[in-house]
């Protein structure tokens, strides 16, 4: 006899072993509804506050290393302006339109 696995039985399978899953994790609970609950809760408050951590601590890490950017950049730029600025001092000594 050669059958063929199906999708049908596939999800046939899962929906077993979730109910399975349900039934065992339903009987064999160490604590109330109540309690299980409000311990969920209080995770899902921490894994809240975690990731608002994480993501505080990102922008800063990007806002820091923006200014960072900026200062070695607005450095360059300042040098680079200077240096500009001398040149044109020293192509203005050249001047040939009044010649």
Do not use: C, H
Request: proline content about 1%; hydrophobic content about 40%; glycine content about 12%.
């Amino acid at each position: 006899m050669d059958r063929r696995f199906s999708f049908q039985d596939f999800g046939i399978g899962v929906l077993t072993g979730l109910a399975a899953g349900a039934i065992i994790g339903i009987l064999f609970a160490p604590d109330s509804g109540e309690l299980t609950r409000e311990r969920l809760v209080l995770r899902a408050g921490n894994m809240k506050l975690s990731a608002q951590e994480l993501i505080d601590n990102a922008r800063n890490s990007l806002e820091l290393a923006g200014n960072k950017l900026d200062g070695v950049f607005g450095a360059q730029e300042r040098s680079l302006r200077k240096r500009l600025g001398e040149l044109k001092e020293e192509l203005e000594k050249y001047n040939l339109t009044g010649a």
